[in-house]
């Protein structure tokens, strides 16, 4: 594969930004090579600026449910540009985004829109704070919620990748005041309420972790958590911003039954754009800034441009069901075949092919893979036209202009490398 323009952008690239990419995940660092540069996505497809064209099953780390350069979305966004792109004031399709939200997600009684994931998570966590008037919050290892100082301890997503357990930079103070358990592991989080009781703000997870790879919940491991949050007057925080409206149109807490106290949004919700959201009831909510005495803010937060890319999104898979029915089958075919080796974690549109016999149900689980070798089947599907995730501890992504020949030449793909094995 013909990589040279790549090549020669990275290497500009690395001069003006760090590793020559705006997010670690990028570099291909755990995978190895050099990052792809992308020319243009359309439908399930990117071509990269050397005409390489791949069938794409990162779609921008899942806000792309219905793939590249959706129509409804771009036009959207045409319609609003007529009336130009931010005001730093309210206008009336904030209310909308909001209220659609709040249909879909009734948990979110009350809504704050922001610009990212790490800022949703953020301000929910800050807010957990504030409301309780407690300091400490349960995470769980391999969970990531975006570069919240206080939430980079045993991470996932990029610092798992790159095999940082937490990053440099962030106080011992602010670290210590999250408490890092396994997923999956409630008695874990008992021990913890126990040993730090009337101290706990909230526990944060995501409903289904995505960021040690695809990791369901076990049956139980939710209401199990919701029955703590509960006994123990601490805020139950479903970070959603790579569930919502991806594996339900109301999200995990939808398609689990348990009820959160606070949720954070993103990704699908701007359609493309950068938006994200944290929300939970009017009680809670009415104590942010300026009914109440938590702080948080944003200049382009709820700017009509990333507001109707968003409201064209939602509106779409609410007007379309058929998108979940769709999407859930086709990433079923796409993880039906036994695959030597591997074990294959699914939920909804969300997969991943870890590289281990084992069951992978947490962090230390996840990480019994063999990188390596996961490093060398990336690299054959990109060979074979299949742009997967740059990394083991990544979530893979199916949406709706994935065709059912699509999932077919990416198994196709997946079985000569095992083939050759
Ligand atoms: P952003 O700040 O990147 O918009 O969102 C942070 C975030 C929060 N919560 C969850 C559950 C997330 O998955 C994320 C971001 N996800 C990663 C991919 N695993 C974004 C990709 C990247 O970091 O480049």
Redesign the pocket.
């Given at each position: 594969m013909n990589k040279s323009r790549s090549t020669s952008l990275l290497e500009r690239a690395r001069k003006v930004i760090p590793g020559g990419v705006n997010?670690?995940?990028?570099a291909f660092r755990s995978v190895g090579g050099g990052p792809l540069f992308i020319k243009r996505g359309d439908g399930c497809r990117m071509t990269d600026e050397d005409g390489n064209v791949f069938i794409d099953f990162v779609g921008s780390?899942?806000p792309l449910i219905l793939g590249h350069k959706p129509k409804c979305v771009i036009d959207a966004i045409e319609a609003v540009l007529d009336i130009g792109t931010s005001f730093g004031a309210p206008t009336e399709r904030e209310i909308v985004l909001a209220e659609a939200i709040r249909d879909a997600v009734p948990s979110m009684e009350m809504v704050r829109l922001v610009n990212?994931?790490?800022?949703?998570?953020m301000s929910a966590l800050r807010v957990a704070r504030g409301f309780t008037g407690r300091d400490l919050c349960i995470k769980f290892e391999g969970?990531?919620?975006?570069?919240v100082d206080s939430l980079l301890v045993k991470a996932?997503?990029?610092l798992a990748t790159l095999g940082l357990s937490d990053s440099a930079g962030v106080p011992a103070s602010f670290a210590a005041t999250t408490i890092s358990v396994p997923f999956n592991d409630l008695a874990a989080v008992e021990m913890a309420f126990d040993s730090h009781d009337g101290q706990i703000a909230c526990v944060m997870v995501?409903a289904v972790a995505?960021?040690m790879g695809c990791v369901p919940p076990a049956p139980g491991f939710l209401e199990g958590l919701r029955t703590l949050c509960t006994r123990h007057g601490a805020l139950l925080i479903f970070?959603?911003?790579?569930?919502g409206f991806r594996v339900a149109y109301g999200g995990a807490q939808a398609r689990f039954g348990v009820t959160p106290d606070m949720t954070?949004l993103?990704?699908i919700i701007g359609g493309g754009l950068?938006i994200?959201a944290y929300g939970g009831s009017a009680e809670v909510m009415n104590h942010v800034a300026p009914m109440g005495p938590i702080y948080q803010a944003g200049t382009l937060s709820g700017n009509p441009l990333a507001v109707s890319a968003g409201l064209a999104m939602l509106s779409y898979l609410k007007a379309h069901p058929e998108v979940y029915t769709t999407i859930e089958e086709r990433t079923a075919a796409l993880c039906s075949d036994n695959l030597p080796g591997v074990t294959v974690n699914r939920v909804g549109s969300m997969f991943t092919f870890f590289f281990t016999d084992e069951p992978v149900f947490d962090y230390a689980s996840a990480k019994k893979c063999d990188t390596a070798k996961f490093g060398k089947f990336f690299h054959h599907m990109l060979d074979h036209g299949v742009y997967l995730a740059p990394s083991q501890f990544?979530?893979g992504f199916v949406g709706y202009a994935h065709s059912a020949a699509d999932i077919d030449a990416t198994r196709e793909a997946a079985r000569q490398f095992f083939a050759k094995e």
């Open positions: 997010s670690p995940v990028r780390w899942g990212s994931g790490t800022e949703a998570a969970c990531y919620h975006g570069h996932g997503s990029g995501e995505g960021n970070d959603e911003v790579m569930t954070a993103g990704k950068p994200a990544e979530a």
